[in-house]
C-alpha cells in the first residue's frame, strides 16, 4: 500500500515512516472507526500527516476516498496524543551541552555559554466552548494558544510548553515551567537567551533596553544576543511552514490543540535527527503579538553587566 501512496515532501521519507513515527502511534491506530469501516493503520496515520501538513481535514485524494472527515477528526485527536506521550523520547537537552555552546558560539561570537534561545509563538485556535475561553484572546485580539519554545543552535526543539492560553505573558509560561526550575536550581548549567518579553536573571540573558547612552560593549553584546537568538525565530517558521496546521486555526478544544502542537514538536525534532528535507521557503510572514515588557530584577541586571563588561 506504500508504494501507491504519495509522500509529500512535506512529510516524511518511507524509511522514517516506517521505522521512527509509525511504531511510536500503531497502538491507538488498529481500531475501527466508529461505522466498523476497516482502514489500513498506515492509511489513518498518512491521513493525519496530511493534516499536519496542510491544516485540512477534507481529503480529495483518491488515496484516502473512504475516510471521513470526522474519522479523521478523531484520528488526529487520538494520534496527537499518542505522540504529545513521547515527547520527553524526543525533546530534551543534549547530553553534551557544551556541543551545544560551541555552535551557538559560531552563529554570532557569543561567549560559550548559551544552552538554548527561548521565545514564544501564537497557535490560532477557535474560541474555546469553555469556562473562561476568552483567555484565549491575544493583544491581537485572535485566539491562540501560546507556545513557549526553547531550541537549540540546528533549530532542534529542547523544550515546548503548549499548555496557555494566548492572553498569557511569556514571563508568566516560562517563571511556571518545569524547564525555569531546572535552570533554577542548576541543574541545567548554561544560559537561555530571550527576547524583552521574558525577565533578566541570573540564567536568563535579554537584551540591553534602551540605553540613555550605550556603550561599545553594550551595543556589540546586543548585536550578538540578537542575531544568536534569531535561531529560534527561524525554527518557528520551518516548523510552521513544515506543518501548516499551526498557521491555521484549529478547531478542537484546548487540550486536544495542545497535543497536536507538542506531536508536531516531536515530529519537528525526528525531522532534523533523521535529516529529511527542509519545507520550501515562503514569503509568508509569521504573526506576531506584540511583546510586553517583562520587568529585570535588579540581580539579573547587575549580572548581565559584569557579563558584558568581562566579555565584551
Do not use: M
Not at 494520534?79 to 555552535?103: G, R, Y
Not at 526543539?157 to 511556571?176: C, E, K
Request: positive net charge; hydrophobic residues 40%.
Amino acid at each position: 500500500i506504500l508504494l501507491k501512496l504519495n509522500f509529500s515532501s512535506k512529510w516524511f521519507s518511507k524509511d522514517t515512516f516506517l521505522t521512527i513515527i509509525y511504531p511510536l502511534v500503531r497502538p491507538v491506530l488498529d481500531s475501527n472507526d466508529a461505522r466498523g469501516v476497516i482502514h489500513s493503520p498506515v492509511v489513518k496515520l498518512l491521513a493525519v500527516l496530511r493534516f499536519y501538513a496542510t491544516g485540512n481535514f477534507q481529503i480529495d485524494s483518491e488515496d484516502y476516498h473512504d475516510i471521513s472527515q470526522s474519522t479523521i477528526c478523531r484520528l488526529v485527536a487520538k494520534v496527537s496524543e499518542e505522540l504529545a506521550k513521547c515527547h520527553q523520547q524526543w525533546i530534551h537537552f543534549p547530553e553534551d551541552l557544551q556541543t551545544a555552546k560551541n555552535q551557538f558560539s559560531g552563529i554570532a561570537g557569543f561567549p560559550r555559554v548559551v544552552v538554548g534561545c527561548i521565545d514564544g509563538t501564537h497557535v490560532p485556535i477557535e474560541l474555546p466552548s469553555i469556562e473562561n475561553g476568552e483567555h484565549y484572546r491575544n493583544r491581537k485580539h485572535f485566539y491562540s494558544i501560546n507556545v513557549q519554545v526553547i531550541g537549540g543552535p540546528n533549530l532542534e526543539i529542547y523544550d515546548v510548553v503548549a499548555s496557555w492560553p494566548g492572553s498569557t505573558h511569556d514571563s508568566r509560561i516560562f517563571q511556571n515551567s518545569r524547564v525555569y526550575s531546572r535552570f533554577d536550581r542548576r541543574e541545567i548549567r548554561g544560559l537561555l537567551l530571550g527576547d524583552i518579553g521574558y525577565a533578566q536573571n541570573e540564567f536568563t540573558f535579554t537584551p540591553v533596553r534602551n540605553p540613555i547612552t550605550p556603550t561599545p560593549s553594550q551595543v556589540a553584546y546586543n548585536a550578538a544576543q540578537i542575531r544568536t537568538r534569531n535561531s529560534v525565530e527561524r525554527l518557528f517558521g520551518v516548523l510552521k511552514r513544515r506543518f501548516a496546521c499551526l498557521r491555521k486555526k484549529l478547531a478542537n478544544q484546548p487540550t486536544t490543540c495542545s497535543h497536536i502542537i507538542t506531536a508536531c514538536a516531536v515530529l519537528h525534532n525526528i525531522a532534523i535527527a533523521r535529516r529529511e528535507a527542509p519545507p520550501p521557503e515562503n514569503n509568508e510572514l509569521p504573526v506576531n503579538v506584540h511583546i510586553r515588557d517583562a520587568d529585570d530584577n535588579r540581580l539579573g541586571a547587575a549580572v548581565r553587566e559584569a557579563f558584558i563588561n568581562e566579555h565584551f
